[in-house]
């Protein structure tokens, strides 16, 4: 697609908590899509985001509604709301049956409160511009709640 719109692009592989590689001030956007389930603890991200964004720079990211993750993930897969976990919710505190059963061989996933995302963001120095929620695929949840929460924040 890059290639097709004419766009030079430099991508790098490296953590969301350590953006050591890259200048203060290096972006004018810091796109972060619903990642944030991958890592344990989001201060490090929200302040080494609004470190690498200049002055006026906009950071907007997705993340999953906490509470999604009340819910038994197959039960979901059935149409059907069981809640079976407590939050904050970590895949890592599953028997390893459970944990193959509902992730297979996926990544561990950790849940995050609506402080740690958004209040994490206010916390690190930014201002935050624009909030939209939107349902959870076509899972049993969609019909109740909205899975997925966005946010857009500006860098005074």
Not at 11 to 16: C, K, Y
Not at 21 to 29: E, N, R, T, V
Not at 52 to 58: A, D
Not at 109 to 129: C, D, M, N
């Amino acid at each position: 697609m890059a290639a097709r719109d004419g766009l030079s692009l430099q991508t790098a592989l490296g953590d969301m908590r350590d953006l050591g590689a890259f200048d203060d001030a290096a972006f004018d956007i810091v796109f972060n899509p619903v990642s944030t389930l991958f890592c344990p603890d989001l201060r490090p991200v929200w302040a080494e985001t609004f470190r690498v964004l200049r002055p006026g720079g906009t950071l907007m990211t997705g993340f999953m509604n906490p509470d999604v993750y009340l819910f038994d993930e197959v039960a979901l897969d059935a149409d059907e709301l069981v809640v079976r976990h407590r939050l904050p919710f970590s895949s890592l505190d599953l028997t390893p049956a459970d944990r193959e059963r509902a992730y297979g061989d996926g990544p561990i996933e950790y849940s995050h409160s609506l402080s740690a995302q958004i209040g994490g963001q206010l916390a690190a120095g930014f201002a935050l511009t624009h909030l939209v929620e939107a349902p959870h695929h076509a899972d049993a949840t969609s019909r109740h709640m909205s899975g997925y929460i966005a946010t857009r924040a500006i860098k005074p």
